[in-house]
T-cell receptor
Framework: NAGVTQTPKFQVLKTGQSMTLQCAQD?????MSWYRQDPGMGLRLIHY???????DQGEVPNGYNVSRSTTEDFPLRLLSAAPSQTSVYFC???????????FGPGTRLTVT | EDKVVQSPLSLVVHEGDTVTLNCSYE??????LLWYKQEKKAPTFLFML????IEKKSGRLSSILDKKELFSILNITATQTGDSAIYLC?????????FGTGTRLQVFP
């Protein structure tokens, strides 16, 4: 099993550009989530999904969109990048009703 | 507002020392408390606690939860340089993990 994979590892965007961060898992986990990690602020939940076709907002959803068309994939879209979205982004997954989440390796995003 | 607070923010010790990391929480619909270790990349899971007073152990690491006083501690005995990392505490309530800001542990030879 590859576990949770994320692409790209690094990305630099200009303000106003859009892009999609990819996340995939091969563990057949129903639950998937996106976090951002900023210095001194811990991990903050952006969006999450409890199954294909179901998504919901976390603590910091503004500026981000998600969709979940399959169990395996949960992409995160930045609609119009802003410097405040410079961060490290982690995707995670777990079986439903299990709190132990498994994290991907992260994407470091810089918006100039 | 739900919150998870970790202390200390940072800790510097020498190899062989014992350390105690603290995590307190105020979270509605508490379901579990989790500890993660984060080195250079993704957080990796250490423990999940759901019941008060039952210690979980893995080698030199151990953790316990007090649901009455709303806190947990993570103990690391005989620290090694490989224990240097950020230790994250998170509380699970339905559908979410709420993270603290972490404790940065540095272990010097």
């Amino acid at each position: 099993n590859a576990g949770v994979t994320q692409t790209p590892k690094f990305q630099v965007l200009k303000t106003g550009q859009s892009m999609t961060l990819q996340c995939a898992q091969d563990m057949n986990h129903e639950y998937m989530s996106w976090y951002r990690q900023d210095p001194g602020m811990g991990l903050r939940l952006i969006h999450y999904s409890v199954g294909a076709g179901i998504t919901d907002q976390g603590e910091v959803p503004n500026g981000y969109n998600v969709s979940r068309s399959t169990t395996e994939d949960f992409p995160l879209r930045l609609l119009s990048a802003a410097p405040s979205q410079t961060s490290v982004y982690f995707c995670a997954s777990s079986p439903l009703r299990r709190d132990e989440q498994y994290f991907g390796p992260g994407t470091r995003l810089t918006v100039t | 507002e739900d919150k998870v607070v970790q202390s200390p923010l940072s800790l510097v010790v020498h190899e062989g020392d014992t350390v105690t990391l603290n995590c307190s929480y105020e979270v509605t619909n508490f379901r579990s408390l989790l500890w993660y270790k984060q080195e250079k990349k993704a957080p990796t899971f250490l423990f999940m606690l759901t019941s008060s007073g039952i210690e979980k152990k893995s080698g030199r690491l151990s953790s316990i939860l007090d649901k009455k006083e709303l806190f947990s501690i993570l103990n690391i005995t005989a620290t090694q340089t490989g224990d240097s990392a950020i230790y994250l505490c998170a509380v699970g309530n339905p559908d979410k993990l709420i993270f603290g800001t972490g404790t940065r542990l540095q272990v010097f030879p």
